[in-house]
């Protein structure tokens, strides 16, 4: 029996996207990356109630995803991040997608494969990244090509922060100064105003001038990235994940734990094996160190994470019985235990934990 489960709490999406909101100016607009199915919370429930408060924008990685949020928000523009094929324009246009074009190449497919109508679409600048893009500096010719190309209509020019460094400001500086050459050479060729958009969460927190005509965050809407209080937007996150205690067992002290006995009792104790394992997306690097919140209690994950299991050390007398519910990931008793926790646990960041969680476990919406 499918003993977990996660719980998205929309209406705290809804006052993240308002808090956002307060802090951009009228002109600025909100392009919410969901790609990731909504980074592990679920891309139609979610595009859906941040629609229904008016995001107009978001993002995504692929078409397939692009169609999910067609479904759940049929008024709103969708820009795919990555590069989409020339077979894919037709879904593009007929159901109102934007692509971004990556390089002169790619902007010469899309045109043919669009031809006899208007394919909108964003240039996508590398200006650091060294990913996805034209080379700025060297994307002279590239643009030109670009906006020769008779069945493409540019309305847009982005580019992604490869790192918001605070000990190493220039970093992101050279890539703003980047970027503000690449479409002021865009929009010249262009002879109009393109809808400008660079940076994501962190960028958000940390240069407000760098807002444009769209901010694309994923992260700090689903309540990370807000450690300082004093950073501009504080967001709270929304995605809990609960299982229940399979068995509960009384064991004495040194007694082994798990496969290979990488944990032995320090006490006469009691252990908790949990109905999640790295199968279910808890990652195996939570293993012994871990934590889980049982009984409004903070308790060990001791022993290595299995496929299916977590053992927890829960100490002496706790009154614990089979059955008993786990927070692995959210609130108790006063008590929390949140993804950038376990990302610093496990050696990782909070996007991975997220976006690991298996789509076996059943989402459940609530607010
Ligand atoms: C191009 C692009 N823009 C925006 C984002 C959102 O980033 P964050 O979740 O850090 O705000 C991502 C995420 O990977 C991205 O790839």
């Avoid at 595009?47 to 995504?60: I, K, L, P, Y």
């Avoid at 262009?190 to 240069?207: D, E, I, M, P, T």
């Avoid at 008590?335 to 646990?345: F, K, N, P, T």
């Avoid at 960041?349 to 459940?364: D, M």
């Amino acid at each position: 029996m499918q003993s977990s489960k996660v719980t998205v709490h929309l209406n705290i999406l809804a006052e993240n996207i308002a808090a956002l909101r307060e802090k951009l100016s009228p002109d600025c607009q909100i392009m919410f990356v969901v790609k990731s199915d909504a980074y592990g919370h679920g891309i139609g429930p979610v595009a859906r109630r941040a629609a229904e408060v008016g995001v107009n924008w978001f993002a995504v990685a692929y078409l397939e995803e692009a169609l999910e949020v067609r479904e759940a928000a049929p008024e709103a523009e969708i820009l795919v991040l990555g590069p989409v094929s020339g077979e894919e324009i037709p879904g593009c246009i007929h159901h109102r997608i934007t692509p971004v074009i990556v390089g002169a190449d790619h902007a010469r497919e899309l045109s043919e494969a669009a031809a006899g109508h208007t394919l909108n679409a964003h240039i996508k600048v590398d200006t650091g990244m060294g990913r996805l893009g034209i080379v700025e500096g060297c994307a002279d010719d590239e643009l030109d090509t670009i906006f020769g190309q008779s069945n493409l209509h540019i309305t847009g020019i982005c580019s992604h922060l490869a790192a918001v460094d605070l000990k190493r400001p220039w970093l992101q500086e050279k890539q703003h100064e980047r970027f503000v050459n690449a479409y002021t050479r865009a929009e010249k060729i262009a002879g109009r105003r393109l809808l400008r958009h660079f940076c994501s969460s962190r960028g958000v927190q940390y240069y407000p001038e760098w807002d444009h005509d769209l901010v694309r965050p994923g992260i700090l809407l689903y309540g990370y990235g807000c450690t300082d209080p004093r950073m501009r937007v504080q967001t709270r996150p929304f995605l809990t994940m609960t299982s229940r205690l399979m068995q509960v067992k009384d064991v004495p002290e040194a007694y082994p734990i798990g496969y290979y006995s990488s944990y032995r009792t320090t006490r006469d104790t009691q252990i908790g094996v949990v109905g999640m394992g790295y199968a279910d997306g808890y990652l195996r690097a939570m293993s012994n160190r871990g934590e889980a919140l049982v009984k409004g209690q903070r308790t060990s994950v001791v022993g290595r994470i299995s496929m299916n299991w977590i053992t927890l050390d829960l100490g002496p007398d706790t009154g614990c019985k089979a059955g008993d519910e786990v927070v692995l990931i959210g609130e108790q008793g006063g008590e929390s235990i949140w993804a950038d926790r376990l990302g610093r646990q496990a050696g990782t960041i909070a996007y991975e934990i997220l976006t690991a969680i298996h789509p076996r476990i059943p989402r459940v919406y609530a607010g």
